[in-house]
């Protein structure tokens, strides 16, 4: 039986690492598994998948409609996955020009939620008044305090399914998309812009 003395396995001088430099490998890679992983995983725990959204808006509406499915999917192709979404509840109304006035619970991915209220100007198509629920999918909001502004409607974004209408906001890069569902809803909405805000307010300023 041979023993091998402890010179006969001791690594090679060239492979030894010294004291030093094992601890700056050391830190390195203890930086490393403390920042990839959360920017590994940004896209996909940040952000909300196709079903869910269309689960949620569901059950949000109280009913499946074949148009939400459609709009739903509309703004996935056009935006990818948003980071959040709006629930809230919608009053307009119209002269041709019309004001809307909403308010509503917003909900991000990352577990922040914000009471959310909202007032605009539209130009509209039609007389009198209505209430509605709004679903308004969040993209690209990387603070939460950016919703409190004003968002234009993007000129030529309206899209209609049986019954189900979407348009879009944009600031900068920030996107949102109201789902509106049902008699009454103003393609107008689209023509104007929405200011968010922290409180009610009668303007629409």
């Known amino acids: 039986m041979c023993i091998q003395s402890s010179e006969d396995i001791m690594p090679h001088p060239a492979l030894r690492i010294q004291p030093r430099l094992r601890g700056l490998l050391f830190a390195l890679l203890s930086l490393v598994l403390l920042l990839h992983p959360a920017g590994a995983r940004a896209g996909a725990d940040d952000t ?17 409609a074949e148009g939400l499915a459609k709009v739903i ?13 709006i629930r809230g509840e919608e009053v ?7 004001l809307a006035y909403g308010q509503g619970e917003l909900t991000l991915k990352n577990g922040q939620t914000a009471r959310v209220y909202w007032q605009g100007p539209s130009i509209g198509f039609d007389l009198g008044l209505n209430a509605s629920k709004v679903f308004v999918l969040v993209y690209n909001l990387k603070d939460l305090e950016r919703i409190y502004q004003r968002f234009p409607g993007v000129d030529g974004s309206l899209y209609w399914a049986a019954g189900v209408g979407m348009n879009y906001q944009r600031r900068d890069d920030i996107v949102l998309a109201p789902i509106r569902l049902g008699v009454g809803w103003r393609a107008g909405a689209s023509v104007g812009y929405m200011h968010y805000s922290r409180e009610r307010r009668w303007l629409p300023l």
């Open 92 to 98: 307009a109304g119209a002269v041709t020009v019309g």
């Open 73 to 85: 999917e509309k703004a996935f192709k056009d935006h990818g996955r948003p980071v959040g979404y």
């Open 48 to 64: 909300y998948d196709q079903d869910t959204v269309l689960q949620a808006a569901i059950e949000f509406f109280g009913q499946s």
